[in-house]
DNA sequence: CTTGACCTTCCCATCATTGGAACCCTTATT
DNA sequence: AATAAGGGTTCCAATGATGGGAAGGTCAAG
């Protein structure tokens, strides 16, 4: 299997099969004389595996520490739990803040016209509010995201 | 006021606003016959402006677009609203796509004991599932994260 | 006149991913 | 056998928003 039949297979590009091996996610596998990367089936579930991790937004990072569970016989599953139930609080909290974010811009939204008219609200409301609504966090300058690597691209 | 003052007083770091000025977000200030930029009250409105739709969660373009209408003072309203609710609706589309997310995982580690001992329906899950809970997606191959710009960093 | 705190520009790193160029290999058709 | 299409290979660059740091200039207080 080379290395586009292996993509095909697993749902993950060729481009990021290649970037995964350079990170040292995976092996790197097997070559053809000519220098074709070949791929097993093991390969493909590994792949698999990835991508699966990778659709329930696991940072790279994380998916590299349970491929290392996943291969450990010796694993407690209380390790898995862990990054698992770490990670549902990962996602919990940026859906407040996203949530935080939506309710105050419903609010200001609720009270302007829409029409061909220039008063807004909104506008207003950025423009001179001293704090949004939505700014009652209480550090001084908890910027808005402080979660990263829920993946962009798809 | 110089722009270690101007970062103080609208919370926009000078690193920043040395990127927005460079991306042509905001114009280039005036400067002193040593080189320092030089910002006025007016400045620092449209940096608080700035901070304050990037705390909601604004791609830097979309700020743009904002401030474009702020300062049109023949702006529709609806024009404005418009720009809001759709980021609304990119807000409400991600907090969607993480919470099936996290449904899925606290689904996966709902069955696990999550002691000392190997045996780990979340890895198993990861390892040999045809398809994951969550990927009851129409789309053949709908990347996880179809969003970009909820701003990363902090 | 020195010291320290600021400013300037420039480059680099992040994270996951895509795009492209330049070049090599394989396969199928002429 | 020659050729063209469609892969593979490596390397480099860009994305978006931000932070870090180096090298050097400037300003204000001591």
Redesign the interface.
Known sequence: MNIGEAAAAS?VSAKMIRYYEQIGLIKPPARTEAGYRVYSDNDI?TLL?IR??????FAVEKIGD?LT??H???????D???I??D??DA??R??RE??S??D???H??QN?????????P??EE??H?EA?P??HAPAP??????L?N?????
């Open positions: 749902g579930s595996f699966r991790t990778r659709d329930l937004g349970l569970l996943w450990d016989r010796s694993r407690a599953s209380a898995v739990k862990r698992a139930l990670h549902v996602l919990e940026k859906m996203l949530q974010m939506a105050t811009l419903r200001l939204a302007c016209h829409g029409d061909g008219r220039p008063d807004c909104i506008i950025l423009a509010a949004l939505s700014c300058r908890p910027r808005a995201d402080s990263q829920f993946r962009k691209h798809g």
